[in-house]
């Protein structure tokens, strides 16, 4: 596929996209000129070590790295020995049993998400054929929503635990993304191009050129959420490079079931016949490892797989959030993928097509995405209780509280000791959720 070449630098390369609407000032157009959409340009993975120019590589530090690898092979490797001596088996396997029930069902949702997504692109051929915009808008959010309810209903009618349905609402979660954008975004282009007279041109990646089959495919392939005609094309497919990300993928699957099945699973079954403090403390050490398990095994491995196989050259899902020295720094940097999708087609919409100030913008941004991450949690634990609003509305004025220390190392330590306290704390906080009055209040 012919790509067209797009350069840096992000924010000012590429125009926004969005028609601004008369302002009330002057001064609330200069507070928003500046923003635009962040363009895509070929990046290296940050912690790519199978890439020279990679950041990692680069630098000297890069030996620690290689000795975390050496450590999780030790890991690999040692724990089911020692669980063969204990128990006689090689891996724990009463979680294992629980998460393969109906498991047929549960990843068969992936090629039902993918059938559905195809209503973003039957839109646009509807509006190509000129059919009233409003019936357009309704049909894309309706499908949208069906998206979320037919999620719902599965994890409450079958008989599924937390990672199948963890599973299935991460899946509607990243379909609605595409789904979303991908009809957000032809809808801007499809203005552009009526307002310029509805000229023809020859470019495939010109509107309406791009609404096609394969784009669409290719789109819904490839490891982003937000939608562009084309993409900066990395070369030829390093097919060693792919197996070794896949084999990556699946040995931090299998070290994350380790993780969770013998230091995690056994303290939640035996939950309350322990303190809060106890089960706080006991957590702490495997709740960052299994997370930083999870990172390495999604941002690096499972998503570099997918952009070589579709030839995506910006591979920056992730930057450097390990140095962050505030919660907005890490939100920003953590999951780059969503962050984009919540910059362009939330935070962005909000301000040129809804004509939001720049600060409501941001806190409704936010608390678009503290919902988002209630609703996929309340889906898979089957119960609704908004302990992850609260604690990500609580950072809200903690970000607030420690701008003297933003850009220090203090603010690092401070953001670390929030991260390695505070995922216990809000595993715990779920499971005694019925006991939450009591531990607040005697």
């Given amino acids: ?42 990046r290296i993975s940050f912690l790519d070590d199978m890439d020279k120019d990679s950041e990692l590589n680069k630098n000297k530090l890069v030996g620690f790295y290689n000795m975390l690898y050496v450590v999780a092979f030790y890991y690999f490797i040692i724990n089911p020995i020692m669980s063969y001596w204990k128990t006689g088996q090689w891996i724990e396997t009463s979680l294992y049993n629980q998460m393969r029930r109906d498991l047929f069902m549960c990843i068969v949702t992936w090629p039902l998400f993918y059938a559905w997504s195809h209503i973003a692109l039957l839109i646009q051929y509807l509006a190509m054929m000129n059919m009233p915009k409003m019936l357009i808008f309704l049909i894309q959010h309706v499908s949208q929503i069906c998206m979320f309810v037919y999620a719902h209903y599965l994890v409450l009618t079958r008989d599924w635990y937390l990672p199948q349905g963890a599973f299935v609402t991460f899946q509607s979660c990243v379909f609605f993304f595409k789904m979303h954008s991908y009809t957000m975004t032809n809808y801007k282009m499809r203005r552009e191009w009526v307002d310029q007279g509805c000229p023809k041109s020859t470019d495939p990646f010109n509107y309406p050129n791009n609404i096609n089959f394969m784009n669409f495919t290719k789109f819904i392939m490839t490891p982003v959420l937000v939608y562009e005609p084309s993409y900066p094309q990395s070369g030829k497919i390093r097919w060693w490079y792919v197996i070794v990300k896949f084999i990556n993928a699946i040995s931090m699957l299998i070290m994350g079931y380790m993780i969770v099945s013998n230091h995690i699973y056994p303290i939640i079954l035996n939950v309350n016949a322990l303190s809060l403090v106890d089960s706080i403390f006991q957590m702490t050490l495997p709740l960052i490892f299994i997370c930083l398990t999870l990172f390495n095994m ?145």
């Avoid at 067209?4 to 000129?33: C, L």
């Avoid at 678009?368 to 302990?387: C, M």
């Fill in 1 to 42: 596929m012919r790509n067209r070449k797009i350069d840096p630098p992000e924010q000012d390369s590429v125009s926004s996209g969005y028609s601004t609407p008369d302002e009330k000032s002057v001064s609330k157009q200069a507070k928003i000129k500046h923003l635009r959409k962040h363009a895509f340009v070929n």
């Fill in 298 to 442: 999604i941002f690096e491995n499972y998503c570099n797989f997918w952009a070589e196989l579709t030839h995506f050259g910006d591979r920056q899902f992730y930057t450097d959030w390990w140095n962050s020295t505030d919660y907005e720094e890490f939100n920003r940097n953590w999951n780059r993928p969503v962050y984009e999708f919540l910059y362009r087609h939330v935070y962005l919409e909000l301000i040129f097509e809804f004509g939001f100030g720049v600060r409501k913008a941001q806190l409704a941004t936010f608390l678009f995405s503290a919902i988002l991450h209630e609703y996929t949690l309340a889906v898979s634990l089957k119960q609704i209780t908004p302990i992850m609003v609260m604690f990500m509305m609580i950072q809200i004025p903690v970000m607030l509280c420690t701008k003297r220390i933003k850009g220090t190392k203090f603010g690092n330590l401070f953001f670390w000791w929030g991260i390695i306290q505070g995922l216990p704390l809000i595993l715990n906080l779920y499971l005694r959720f019925n006991e939450l009055p009591k531990l607040l209040f005697e």
